[in-house]
C-alpha cells in the first residue's frame, strides 16, 4: 500500500477512536452524575402543591373540636399522614391509638393511613405468639398498611432474669413470618441515635438533646445496664438476615443518622430494607452537604419522607392553633431543605447549612412515589 494511503488509514483509526470514546463518555454522562445535575429541579411551591405523603406520624387522639382544622391543614399540604401506634409495654394507650387511626381512616382515607402493634404487657405469657398474631391481624383487617416494633424492645422489655428482650429474640418469628405471609411492613424502630450513648453536652444536634434531657429514662447514657448502641443495630440487622422476605422500614434514618455511608452499607446489603427520615433530617443537616446529597440520589429508592409529628388531647382551642402552627413551620422547612439549595438554618442545628436542591424526580420517590413499594394499600 502506497505510503500516504496508510497514514489516510491511520488517521482514519484515529479519528473513528475518538469519535467511539467521546459517544461512550457521553453516554456515561447520562446515567450518571452528570445525567442527574442536569435534571430540573422543583421550587418549594411546587413541592408544597404535588401531593406527599408524611410516612410517620402519630394521633394519639384528635378532639372533634379540632378534627376539621387538622384534615383543612392536611389537605392544603397536598398530603396524606401515615399515623403510627406504637408502645406496645403501654396496652391500654396503644389500644386507644389503634381505635383512633381505625376510625380516622375510615373517615378520611385520603388523609389519614395507619401502622398497628400488638401487646407487650403479656410478654412471656402462654399463648403470647398466637395473641399478637391474632391482633395483627385485626389491624389489617381494619386498614393498617404495616406493623410498629419500638424501641421498648432492647430498652425496657425485659425476661423475669433482668435480661433485655432484643428485636432478634425468637419468639418474635412468628409474628413477623405472620407480617411477610400477607405481603405488609414491619416498621421497627430499634435502639435510639448514637446520641443517646452520650452526655447531653456532646450531641450532635439539639433536639436529641431536648429529647434526653425531658426523658431521662431513655438516655441510655444515663442507664450503663441498657445495651450499647451497636448491640440494637447488630439485633435489627440479624432479623434483616433471618427473614430476607419480610420488607423493613427502619424508623428514624434506621438509628444509623449519624452517617449516611452506614446507612449505605445496609441499603446494599438487605435489599428489603428502607428508611424514613422522621425526626432525624437535622442529622443530615450536619453532614457534609454534597455527600448527604449523593446519597439520597444514588438511594433514591429507600427513601421515605417523614416528621414525627404529633396530634393529642390537647389539641383543642389555642392547643390546636399552636400544633397546626408546627406543622406549618416543619413542612415550609423540609420543603425548602429538599428542593432548594438555600442557606437556612433551623432550631435542631446549631450554625447554617445548604439546602440540598435535588431533583424533581428524586423528590417525587421520597415525597410520594416509594409508597407502593414499600407500603402496598396505602
Known amino acids: 500500500m502506497h505510503s500516504c494511503c496508510k497514514g489516510c488509514l491511520t488517521s482514519c483509526r484515529l479519528f473513528l477512536y475518538l469519535v467511539l470514546w467521546a459517544l461512550a463518555f457521553y453516554l456515561a454522562g447520562c446515567s450518571g452524575p452528570q445525567a442527574v445535575e442536569r435534571e ?33 391543614k392536611l389537605r392544603e399540604h397536598n398530603l396524606k399522614w401515615l399515623t403510627i401506634a406504637t ?51 385485626e389491624g389489617f383487617a381494619a386498614g393498617a398498611v404495616g406493623v410498629k416494633v419500638w424501641k421498648d424492645i432492647g430498652m425496657v422489655l425485659r425476661d423475669p432474669d433482668s435480661s433485655f428482650v432484643m428485636i432478634d429474640d425468637p419468639r418474635f418469628d412468628p409474628v413477623f413470618e405472620y ?25 450532635t444536634v439539639n433536639n436529641d438533646r431536648a429529647y434526653f434531657a425531658e426523658n431521662p429514662q431513655y438516655h441510655a447514657y444515663l442507664h450503663p445496664e441498657i445495651p450499647y448502641y451497636w448491640e440494637h443495630i447488630r439485633a435489627r440487622d440479624r432479623v434483616l438476615e433471618k427473614h430476607p422476605g419480610l420488607r423493613m422500614v427502619g424508623c428514624h434514618l434506621g438509628s444509623l443518622e449519624f452517617d449516611v455511608d452506614e446507612l449505605a ?32 440520589i444514588k438511594y433514591q429508592d429507600r427513601l421515605l419522607y417523614g416528621t414525627d409529628l404529633a396530634v393529642d388531647s390537647t389539641c383543642v382551642g389555642s392547643g390546636m392553633t399552636r400544633a397546626l402552627e408546627l406543622i406549618e413551620a416543619t413542612y415550609s422547612r423540609d420543603y425548602q431543605y429538599f428542593a432548594t439549595d438555600d442557606e437556612m438554618e433551623v432550631p435542631e442545628v446549631n450554625g447554617k447549612f445548604h439546602g440540598l436542591a435535588l431533583p424533581a424526580a428524586v423528590l417525587k420517590k421520597i415525597f410520594y412515589g416509594n409508597a407502593g413499594k414499600w407500603y402496598p394499600g396505602i
Not at 187 to 203: F, Q, T
Not at 269 to 296: E, G, M, S, T
Request: net charge negative.
Open 40 to 72: 430540573p429541579g422543583m421550587t418549594e411551591a411546587e413541592l408544597r402543591e404535588m401531593l406527599k405523603i408524611d410516612f410517620h406520624d402519630h394521633i394519639d387522639a384528635l378532639p372533634a373540636a379540632g378534627e376539621a382544622a387538622f384534615i383543612g
Open 87 to 137: 408502645v406496645g409495654t403501654q396496652w391500654q394507650g396503644l389500644q386507644q391509638q389503634i381505635n383512633v387511626a381505625e376510625t380516622l381512616h375510615a373517615r378520611y382515607p385520603q388523609q389519614v393511613a395507619w401502622i398497628t402493634s400488638f401487646n407487650l404487657e403479656n410478654w412471656g405469657e402462654t399463648g403470647w405468639e398466637s395473641s399478637a398474631v391474632r391482633q395483627v391481624g
Open 179 to 203: 407480617i411477610e405471609s400477607r405481603g405488609k411492613t414491619l416498621v421497627a424502630h430499634i435502639g435510639e441515635p448514637r446520641n443517646c450513648w452520650l452526655p447531653l453536652d456532646s450531641m
Open 265 to 296: 452499607r445496609r441499603f446494599d446489603k438487605y435489599p428489603n430494607f428502607a428508611v424514613d427520615l422522621a425526626a432525624r433530617i437535622c442529622h443530615l443537616q450536619v453532614q457534609d452537604r454534597d455527600k448527604v446529597r449523593d446519597f439520597c
